[in-house]
Structure formats: structure tokens, C-alpha cells
């Protein structure tokens, strides 16, 4: 059974840092996707970010290069290093898991979530 729990969201003020944590445990450590999302009010979730079982990494345009997504296999965990933050990074945080299709070179479908971290950034 896979769980999934995040950590470490709050609120900065633009351009601070923060720094997600997902504990993550019981899913296929020979193909998988672990991806950040986000949703904010009022508007749809999107993919943040994503890493796989080849470390491969995607990152969702406007936050490359101020995001880093990172894993630590010895203790389960998913991050995400967020700087330079703004107002529009505003959102409920969540890590989910998929499994990783190599054929297709896609993300199964997320069927396991966390319950979400809030992150607020002011100006």
C-alpha cells in the first residue's frame, strides 16, 4: 500500500525559500513516477514537478530553475526545494505516485496522494 504524507509548507514573502517534504513508502521502487502538484482556488491542478526511477526530472516551465524536485531513497522522501518564490507559486501542495510506462515514456495514472501542504507567498 502506497502512502504518501507532505510537510514543510507556510507562508514567505516573495523571493523567500521553502523546502517540501514527502514521506513516501510502499510503491514499485523499479518503475516509478514521483511528481509535485499544485492547485490553487479557483483553478485546476497542475504538475510542479516529477522525478522517476532513472532520476529523470521534469519541471513545469515557469518554476525551472528555481525549483529543484530530489529523492532520498534511504529515507523515503520526496523534495521539493522551492526559491525565489512568488505570489503565483500560491497553492495546496501535494506528492502523488504513478507507476513509469518505459514504452510510452509517460507517468501512469496517480491513483496515491498525499493530503497536501499550503503554501502562501505575499508580496
Known amino acids: 500500500q502506497v502512502h504518501l504524507a507532505e510537510s514543510g509548507g507556510g507562508s514567505v514573502q516573495s523571493g523567500g525559500s521553502l523546502k517540501l517534504s514527502c514521506a513516501a513508502s510502499?510503491?514499485?521502487?523499479?518503475?516509478?513516477?514521483l511528481t509535485w502538484f499544485r492547485q490553487a482556488p479557483g483553478q485546476e491542478r497542475e504538475e510542479v514537478a516529477r522525478?522517476?526511477?532513472?532520476?529523470?526530472?521534469r519541471y513545469k516551465d515557469s518554476v525551472q530553475g528555481r525549483f529543484t524536485i530530489a529523492q532520498d531513497n534511504a529515507k523515503n522522501t520526496l523534495f521539493l526545494q522551492m526559491n525565489s518564490l512568488k505570489p503565483e507559486d500560491t497553492a495546496m501542495y501535494y506528492c502523488?505516485?504513478?507507476?513509469?510506462?518505459?514504452?510510452?515514456?509517460?507517468?501512469?495514472?496517480?491513483?496515491?496522494w498525499g493530503q497536501g501542504t499550503q503554501v502562501t507567498v505575499s508580496s
Open positions: 522525478i522517476n526511477n532513472f532520476r529523470t526530472t
Open positions: 510502499g510503491y514499485n521502487r523499479n518503475s516509478y513516477c
Open positions: 502523488a505516485a504513478a507507476s513509469w510506462n518505459l514504452r510510452r515514456a509517460t507517468c501512469g495514472p496517480y491513483n496515491d
